[in-house]
């Protein structure tokens, strides 16, 4: 079993930055392909992207790219999300999510939204 603990969430204000972290236990992390999510209000969960094993590839949803950044620290075991430019529009639970043993290039289809394990959650809420 892979237990994903979030932190970092809360109030920010619209145009900041918000930096979220997500601890990863149960497995080594190196055999963990991680992702973050998002879901706001009345909304579908969407995926926001993932970053492979080792941390080299990434992949990012059109609506969030040239302002996140999904990177790793392996010895760690934790797997951060930065974005900036904040909305009203990004105030949302978001979520990591690990999938285990899998191959990078099943990973990068942006629509695909399962994952073997996933987070609690933490609430990120843009102030205007």
């Known amino acids: 079993q892979v237990q994903l603990i979030e932190s970092g969430g809360g109030l920010v204000q619209a145009g900041g930055s918000l930096r979220l972290a997500c601890h990863a236990s149960?497995?080594?992390?190196?055999?963990?392909?991680m992702a973050w999510f998002r879901q706001g209000a009345g909304k579908e969960r969407e995926l926001i992207g993932r970053?492979?094993?080792?941390?080299?590839?990434?992949v990012y949803v059109d609506s969030v790219k040239g302002r996140c950044t999904i990177y790793r620290d392996n010895a760690k075991s934790t797997v951060y999300l930065l974005l900036d430019d904040l909305t009203p529009e990004d105030t949302a639970a978001y979520y990591c999510?690990?999938?285990?043993?899998?191959?990078?290039?099943?990973?990068?289809?942006?629509?695909?939204?399962?994952?073997?394990?996933w987070g609690q959650g933490t609430q990120v809420t843009v102030s205007s």
């Open positions: 149960g497995l080594s992390f190196t055999r963990l392909t």
């Open positions: 970053i492979s094993r080792i941390g080299t590839n990434t």
């Open positions: 999510a690990a999938d285990v043993d899998v191959l990078w290039s099943s990973m990068t289809n942006t629509s695909r939204l399962a994952a073997d394990y």
